[in-house]
């Protein structure tokens, strides 16, 4: 299993500036995943972390809106840059065991945003 | 592109029924991984059980079980003598490489 610290698990932000939220993983993984999810509805993948390489972004997300940094295997960050009222979510932070599909995913969590 | 449907918005169960919550997947793929995840008001992701693509036997833990149609494309969930605590949003998630989740299905158990 993996223990999953996320921070902070909440904030309010003025519209246009940014929040940098943080993983910190009790355990060294290969693959990270920071998700979305509207309050009451699904989690939507935004990209897909792994050490070493540059982040693997969904449709409809971009590098520039959502940076994400993977120094080392037990750490990663999120940026939501130039936020607006629609940026307004949880934000969650996922890994994996390892490549084989098996391995369940463990999740903080989350951070839930709001843009005011 | 995987993607995942659950129809069933809402379901609501009496306490120590049973109910069924409906899952199904569209891929491509032979090989893959199916999950069922419960997330209470606390927002943990919690699995609940999960099935592997290439076994026929329908995965069990304890009051959860799945019915598993790998041809249908199908993945239901079955909650046994449902416990108050069960009420919460369950999503059904397919992971070949990413995991991809369901739009969910929100349980609540009447005592």
């Known amino acids: 299993s993996a223990v999953i610290s996320q921070k902070p698990s909440r904030d309010i932000c003025q519209r246009g500036t940014s929040l940098t939220i943080q993983c910190q993983v009790d355990s060294q993984v290969t693959m990270m995943f920071w998700y979305r999810q509207q309050p009451g509805q699904s989690l939507t993948l935004i990209a897909t972390?792994?050490?070493?390489?540059?982040?693997?972004?969904e449709s409809g997300f971009v590098i520039d809106k959502f940076p994400i940094s993977r120094p080392n295997l037990t750490f990663s960050t999120l940026t939501v840059s130039n936020m607006s009222p629609e940026d307004s979510s949880i934000y969650l932070c996922s890994v994996a065991g390892g490549w084989g599909m098996n391995t369940e995913a463990f999740f903080g969590q989350g951070t839930r945003l709001t843009v005011v | 592109a995987q993607t995942v449907t659950q129809s069933q918005p809402e379901m609501s169960v009496q306490e120590a029924e049973t109910v069924t919550l409906s899952c199904t997947y569209d891929?491509?793929?032979?090989?893959?991984?199916l999950f069922w995840y419960k997330q209470p008001p606390s927002r943990q992701m919690i699995l609940v059980i999960r099935?592997?693509?290439?076994?026929?036997q329908n995965a069990t833990e304890n009051r959860f079980s799945v019915n598993f149609q790998k041809a249908a494309k199908s993945f239901s969930l079955k909650i046994s003598d449902s416990q108050l605590g069960d009420a919460a949003m369950y999503f059904c998630?397919?992971?070949?490489?990413?995991?991809?989740f369901g739009a969910g299905t929100r349980l609540t158990v009447k005592p």
């Open positions: 998630a397919y992971r070949s490489k990413d995991m991809r």
């Open positions: 891929t491509s793929e032979s090989d893959y991984y």
């Open positions: 099935q592997e693509a290439y076994k026929q």
């Open positions: 972390a792994n050490q070493g390489s540059e982040a693997t972004y």
